[in-house]
């Protein structure tokens, strides 16, 4: 996957969320949830998060996605 990251924000991943959902929530893409786990790696054993949890979360190049499959794209 050759995802252009162009910046940074943070985001919270509420209690009972997953990592899928996450990017799911940030990108429309649940596919990208190895992006989130790559830039958070203090958290990467959490699979489903039990309290209010502050997450990095890389802004991406939206046309860096055009490069993907289309059945990856969103």
Same mark, same amino acid.
Do not use: C, H
């Given at each position: /996957? +050759? %995802?252009?990251?162009?910046? /940074?924000? &943070?985001? &919270?991943?509420?209690?009972?969320? &997953? @990592?899928? /959902?996450?990017?799911? *929530?940030?990108?429309? #893409?649940?596919?990208?949830?190895? =992006?989130?786990?790559?830039?958070?790696?203090? =958290? *990467?054993?959490?699979?489903?998060? #039990?309290?209010? &949890?502050?997450?990095?979360?890389?802004? %991406?190049?939206? *046309? +860096? =996605?055009?490069? /993907?499959?289309? @059945?990856?794209? +969103?």
């Amino acid at each position: /996957m +050759s %995802i252009k990251v162009i910046g /940074m924000t &943070t985001g &919270t991943a509420g209690i009972g969320d &997953t @990592w899928d /959902m996450l990017a799911l *929530d940030y990108y429309d #893409e649940e596919m990208l949830a190895p =992006l989130l786990l790559r830039y958070n790696p203090e =958290l *990467d054993d959490i699979i489903v998060f #039990e309290e209010n &949890t502050m997450i990095a979360v890389p802004d %991406i190049d939206r *046309d +860096s =996605l055009a490069a /993907m499959p289309p @059945w990856r794209q +969103s």
